[in-house]
């Protein structure tokens, strides 16, 4: 069974910074894309930033220049380093991936639980 476990989160003052971890296991043959979402009550939940096996990064409009992903293929992991925190990134965290699980032939996308991000003085 995949799962997805996020690590990192917490409590931040304005322009402090975070790291968060996300590692994917269980039944894995191949990890595709990974990434991270974050989503605040009563909104849609958005792009933070996506890498891929090659290392092509995606970041969303509101992170660019701030958030950096990174990943460990090794491991199975993906990083999110966040850095000048702003009150406006406090959300939950999501992690993302796309995974090929061993006795399947497609890759079927999955979440992690979440991890709270608060970003206050």
């Known amino acids: 069974q995949v799962q997805l476990e996020e690590s990192g989160g917490g409590f931040v003052q304005p322009g402090g910074s975070l790291r968060l971890s996300c590692t994917a296991s269980?039944?894995?043959?191949?990890?595709?894309?990974m990434g991270w979402y974050r989503q605040v009550p009563g909104s849609q939940r958005e792009l933070v930033a996506t890498?891929?096996?090659?290392?092509?990064?995606n970041y969303g409009d509101s992170v660019q220049g701030r958030f950096t992903v990174s990943r460990d293929n090794a491991k199975n992991t993906v990083y999110l380093k966040m850095i000048s925190l702003k009150p406006e990134d406090t959300a939950v965290y999501y992690c993302?991936?796309?995974?090929?699980?061993?006795?399947?032939?497609?890759?079927?996308?999955?979440w992690g639980q979440g991890t709270q991000v608060t970003v206050s003085s």
């Open positions: 890498i891929t096996t090659d290392d092509v990064t």
């Open positions: 993302n991936a796309d995974i090929l699980s061993h006795g399947y032939y497609q890759f079927h996308n999955f």
């Open positions: 269980g039944g894995i043959y191949s990890v595709a894309t």
